[in-house]
């Protein structure tokens, strides 16, 4: 069983920062993926990805988060990691981690961490 644990999330004000992290119970190289990410879903609003690392290391952002997110992961700690800066009101969601693990273990998600941003 594979298990995503999400941290880092909380209250923060419009501007500030915030860095989450998605730790795995197993291996998420870039050997080990098709591609892991961040997804979020904010109240009445479908799940939108936010940014990703395909197998091979190419990244992905959407347009609303590009040049204020930073995706990245350290493969010796089997954690995700996203660096949120110049936080904005529309940024409020539940943050979710997700991987697509090679060799038919399947994807999954984690059990996602609330961003609430203050104007």
């Known amino acids: 069983q594979v298990q995503l644990v999400e941290s880092g999330g909380g209250l923060v004000q419009a501007g500030g920062s915030l860095r989450l992290s998605c730790t795995a119970s197993r291996s998420t190289s870039t050997f080990a993926t098709n591609a892991i990410g961040w997804y979020r879903q904010a109240p009445g609003k479908e799940r939108e990805l936010v940014a990703s690392?395909?197998?091979?290391?190419?990244?992905n952002y959407a347009d609303s988060v590009k040049g204020r997110f930073t995706i990245s992961r350290d493969d010796a700690k089997n954690t995700l990691y996203l660096q949120m800066n110049s936080l904005k009101p529309e940024d409020t969601a539940v943050y979710y981690c997700?991987?697509?693990?090679?060799w038919g273990l399947g994807n999954h998600w984690g059990q996602g961490t609330q961003v609430t941003v203050s104007s």
């Open positions: 997700n991987a697509d693990f090679r």
């Open positions: 690392i395909k197998r091979g290391g190419a990244t």
